[in-house]
Each structure stands twice: as structure tokens, then as C-alpha cells.
């Protein structure tokens, strides 16, 4: 962070606090040897791990299992050129355990896209990192015009 670039960094808990907020999130992980994004739909769960349901047949799902991911979430207000951004970064795992299962597909997520066979995705918070835009386009506490 530099000094009075407009950010704020954001603890843990208010990180876990804005997430909960966003409808829509991205996973970030590896394909072919190179960073792949995609958009999801997703849920936390109680213990803050970010929960995703997709089809068993996915290409993401076969590329996550078991990997370290990204997951980003955030909102923006153009007009007021200020928003938010989280990263949870850890440990993405299929939930195979049918209890578990049985739960999650109580709770959720609902997958935006159903498929004849869903899974669920369970990624595991070991690093919770966010940011928030302060101010919108200021400099040394001077609103800049757009």
C-alpha cells in the first residue's frame, strides 16, 4: 500500500462481512500452466469458507480439486468512484462426504446454471486479503474532478 493512494486495507472480519454482500464472485486458478478466471455464483459458509456448486463435468472443478485458488469478490459505484475488493486465497476441495453434501445442498448455493449432476466446492480461507476505495479520485484530501 502506498501512502495516499486512496485505499483502505480491510481486516479479516470486515472482508468476511463484505463478501457475504456479493452475489457473484471468481475463482482464479491454473490452466494449461496459465491463470484462468471464471465467474461464479457462490455462498459462505458458517465457518467463512466460500462455497461454489457447479456441474461434475466442469473443467474448473477438475482443475481446483485439491489446488490452491483465489477467490475474488467485489462492488464498485462508478458514479462515486469508490467500492470494494476481497481475496480469499486457499485450499479449493470436492465435498464427497454425502452428510456434508446433503447439507450443502440444503443451504446451498443454487447453481445459476443447473446441470443433471452438481458438486459441491469448498474453498478454505487461509488468506483473507481486501481493499476499499476511499474518496473516489482525491489527492491529499482534494476531490479531483472525473
Known amino acids: 500500500m502506498y501512502p495516499n493512494d486512496g485505499f483502505r486495507e480491510l481486516g479479516r472480519h470486515e472482508c468476511m462481512r463484505l463478501l457475504a454482500t456479493a452475489p457473484v464472485?471468481?475463482?482464479?486458478?491454473?490452466?494449461?500452466?496459465?491463470?484462468?478466471?471464471?465467474?461464479?455464483?457462490?455462498?459462505?459458509?458458517?465457518?467463512?469458507a466460500v462455497l461454489l456448486r457447479a456441474s461434475a463435468a466442469s473443467e474448473m472443478v477438475r482443475a481446483v480439486d485439491g489446488s490452491v485458488v483465489a477467490f475474488e469478490a467485489?462492488?464498485?459505484?462508478?458514479?462515486?468512484?469508490?467500492?470494494?475488493?476481497?481475496?480469499?486465497?486457499?485450499r479449493a476441495g470436492v465435498v464427497t462426504d454425502p452428510a456434508e453434501v446433503e447439507r450443502l445442498d440444503r443451504i446451498g448455493p443454487r447453481s445459476w446454471v443447473p446441470s443433471p449432476e452438481e458438486i459441491f466446492v469448498r474453498i478454505e480461507p487461509e488468506l483473507v486479503t481486501g481493499r476499499e476505495l476511499v474518496g473516489g479520485r482525491t489527492m491529499y484530501g482534494v476531490r479531483l474532478p472525473a
Open 25 to 48: 464472485g471468481r475463482i482464479v486458478h491454473t490452466r494449461q500452466a496459465l491463470p484462468a478466471v471464471v465467474p461464479v455464483n457462490f455462498r459462505l459458509d458458517d465457518d467463512g
Open 74 to 90: 467485489d462492488a464498485v459505484d462508478a458514479d462515486k468512484q469508490s467500492g470494494w475488493s476481497v481475496v480469499v486465497t486457499g
